[in-house]
């Protein structure tokens, strides 16, 4: 068995759909890839519906299932609690298992509110757990180089970040009102589930939001009742219809403490985009692009070129240069979405090792809820919305 | 000599840099390419320069010059009165030449101000003669074959329209305090210069603005003074430094009367873009981007493309199906920037044998004033702006 | 466990490099995604160094080892024998383990010689046992696609194939001579490598070759003598020089049996070009494009479509229209490298279970062997040959 | 008028259609881009048709006409004969225009022969004149700059170029049976016309040809008679079918004398290349790519670049610092096909002016056509072909 002689890092995971099958895969290819110090073990897995637990748990190759939640914590044969639910039981799970002395992985965004956010962030504290938020964006190799060249001042002051985040898959106006689209469970549509991915991608390239205006917009505001049915995949399940009470686009205008400025977008309609996360970041040295269709490549311009032989080059970040690429496939030889998840569980691994909690943890994820919190904020007073007003702490 | 047989339009220029480059090279080539009903003559070129009036009439091929602008209006061998000046005398010009009674074509920003725009627009109506604005990116044939596609309802209902012209020719902080970044001479930096452009776009393909929410930035605030010296170059003239009052970056949101939403960025910061004049839209039946630098071709989904087999098209509108684009060359040979100013010709030629004024005209310059100036009273309010509340008519 | 309850097809593995990283970790991954019939273990790896072998079966998972490949063929405890070597053992290992009653999964290309391939085409056949050769790009979704659109008559008749194979790890003059350098170890050089994958996707997708004319070259003549390292990798371990026998480039001109015509070009000394396998294909209704870089994707083109709206679709083939793409992750959520070999063995696992061996099986390693040996032939000659000369079946 | 005070170099044009449209455009338009030391004048055009010629005339803006080409030489007043005929009269044509002192350009291929072409260089070079072939594509500028980079050692020694001139507008078996698919009028198909572009971008960048082996097929061998009609447009003009002697598809391996090797394919049946004139270099230091459909950009990878950092660099050859490039319009700012041959004859004028033949001139024509000849012979005999086989001098 692949790592059997290292320490064994026994997970336990609440929800087992899209979320809980990266999730899933991302710990069972971790110690193919990656020599880390400590390995994660597929312990159990929780659902309140027995039959797809139990499925699931087959599926995905979980040793075990619950079909209470709770009873994770309870077993001492569990040192993570991996949180890949819809958004409003996030910061219950989080708490409880913070408070059983559990590490906590979680899907974000982090939770409803910034005050759900800002009890997790003490729970997590107080209880001394190691915690991550499973922004897996920040993982792909060209993204973690383009931290790295930011980060060397290659790309000099920043000016300028654009980004968006663009889906068309809820476009049909038959597609049903899952939990996705309700606000009970969701908090926000495109906004939480998406803009959260490009504004933390911006905290950790550009740094942290000073002050948002934004706006929102639900295209089709009645849709069929339904549910998930894996993936992004959906199904109506009567004739009832219902109001969907989420925004299905959000777009917010930025500035940063540094000086930056930024324009951000996520929408779920925009057609032909099937899962279009792209930015742009001016430097006064340099740019750079990224888009998540062409994950591998990330667009580079360094003014300091030569005249007459600048432009952007395209980096296929596949090499040893590039983080997390030499674990895998000589150069050239493209990785996928999932890897980013094995990237992230590689630094989640050490991070436990080593008792620390690897960005992003739960105070992103607080950071993050701030950023979304004011352009929600935004939105109702039509005026610009300084982090600092909705920050409690 | 061509087009020698039909009704001659004489043009009186005044101003003779890049604009006036652009739309000489424009009169110039009209008649080899188009069988217009009547063919543009360079008659006359002003400029306060004596010796750099007489030079560029020579260079370009104008067959006389004048140093007072005033004397164009009263020559009764001129029909139309062109205007590439810098924009702080547009207004005096274009309405001193409405009441001469000569056609008036006038470059982008229509004018300093919403009233003076207005004056502008009263004058050319109140003297009946045929007027347009110089927004020449409409007629790139990718452009105006995305118009027609829109119009034919190929996109269904509009969502999103995201736009961005970016260039980064005065990044260099030793690039000098020139009249495009003096606010009195040119009103505002990015934001009237290329910003403009954007909305103009916005405005034909998608609609009316309703409301905008805005932000500028100035990131170098002092530069040695200088002067342009051809195209975008420009050199320093003395030790001396100016503050910068104009914006080195603009961006807003904007919601459509037709409900669509909006997201516009313009800066000359954004290294590694030369001239990134760029647009997406989405609809609910298909998407369409184009991009200046790539300027012949059109990106288009179609959401009823066969499943499986639905894709951004990368159409290069260098075809007869293209607007303007069978003028030109066999399909696959390109034509480049130039040539929007030819077709914009080809449509006032039109426009003043008709005495109709081809959009864009001055109202749509009118319209475009008011949007520049609702983002800038946003700027100023911190808060979004209804397009009605700064329209005085 | 995954698959526990499944059909255990137990796997005996020789080499363990490159591609024995590859397979394993197909082998590994395969029931995760797929709920095929019969699932792969991981049982046993055969290398000559006890050390290296050892410390390979425990990081790739495998239950046991063995440093005779031949104990493998002996153990009653292993169903198939993959073989991962390099070229010069491949036909003595596949007709012994045919001989033995194992199923065969071997590397290309499947042999040094036509006459091998012959035997080993004939072993398999007598032994009635399961044969599959590893051209592993076959299995990409994209190419899949391509396939299904080439077999409904999407492109009509096909008229042209030009693919390359464009890579740069060995133009270093002083990247050693490693065993992918030697001929008596590996045939020959990038024609055999990785010529052998686009001639084979050209078979897959236009149809059987019926003559070539061909070109070689060795640009760099005399290197240091060294070992791979792993990837594509290698360290020289003298001060020793050798001679490079085989070739650098390969280029052939060919004519298919169906009248299309195709243009293949293979070379290691494409600078920049990391992994740059590419195929355009055109015919009478269509043509497609793709490229391993972006393997992804597949560019479409149908002259059917409307006039004005004809261009290449860029189709990123992450849908569950698309060929096993809906085993992984939601529309463009990209896979990569590795998943190539999943695909592949989902057919080889599935060929177990019904007694069939899927394409490309033995009988295709032996075409494409004999349309390598008909180039190699041809390049001797300096004149076209027809694969009928060099067949003796 | 433009140049009016310089030398007056009298063109005398004879043809009119596709190249005669783009010739004259070269001419009008080089004054008004290019400080010249001498300036062409559309003096006269030659055509058999009075009223096709009389028209051309006007509308291209020619000065006068005639209907029998000979006159042009006897004229005194011109001094330039510019051949844009088919390629079936080139010769005689040239000759007579050289023996009466005449400076001549000449379109591609330069002659149906390699002893034509041979009598054309001696005509010209017996009288004295200047003489240049259009291989207008030289000039793009992202052409002269590889070309510029090429010589300054910055890819080092040239290992291969593979190139391709892809179109698709005779496709439909409907397309008529013109003369550019008249084995008597044009001397070959795709081959003479576009196969002889990149063949001669080929000797251009890489250097001269030793030899070849090559592939011609014709696809539609049946055609309806008819015409071209302007561009690449025509008509059928009657019921009658008639046979194309001439080849759909050309292609051909190559080396070079400085070890070099190459892969050039030319056809008219890849459906969606409108016209995908293509290539890429790679050296021991770099490799470079172009593609005229996106001509205003360079490709170009760089070994030395730094680790990590390596990749193509899209070059938006479009400044100051790319040749021609600072005579049209700001960086970012496009050009287009015509603007090609506009250089050209920048060079065209300055040569007359210098008494020189700018490359390419006939020497260049006459060893393209050398090449044609040897892939000709080559794709009889099936065999490689010397060029030095089919060299008479």
Redesign the interface.
Known sequence: ??G?NKRQVRVGMIGYK?MGK?H??GY??LP?FFDTPAVPVLQAIAGRDEQGVKAAA????WASYETDWRRLLERDDIDVIDIVTPNNVHAEMAIAAAEAGKHVLCEKPLAMTVEQAKRMVDAVKKAGVVHMICHNYRFAPAVQ?AKKLIEEGR?GKI??I?A?Y????I?DPKFPLVWRLRKEVTGSGAHGDIAAHILDLARFLVGEFSEV???M?T?IKERPLGEMTG???ASANSGKMGQVDVDD?S???A?FEN?A?G?F?A?R????????NRF?I??????IRWD?????NLQ????D?E??????????C??E??PYAGA????????????TFINLMKEFMEGIVNGTSPAPNFEDGYRNQLVLASVEKSVET???VKISEVDPS
Chains 1, 2, 3, 4 share one sequence.
């Open positions: 068995m692949v059997v899209f990266a899933s895969n069972r290819n193919y087959e599926t995905m190759g180089f790309l000016y300028h654009r968006q663009l889906q068309d898959w476009m205006v934004g706006m917009e295209f993936g992004l995949n686009c777009a917010f205008l500035r000086g400025v324009v977008e929408t309609f925009a057609a032909g985009n099937r899962n279009g742009e001016n430097g006064e040295k340099g740019s998540l269709e062409n994950m591998n580079v311009y360094l003014t070129d005249p007459g032989l600048q432009g952007f080059r395209t980096i296929n596949t090499e240069h590039h895998y496939w000589p150069a050239g030889h493209i990785i996928g979405y999932e890897h039509g005026s610009w």
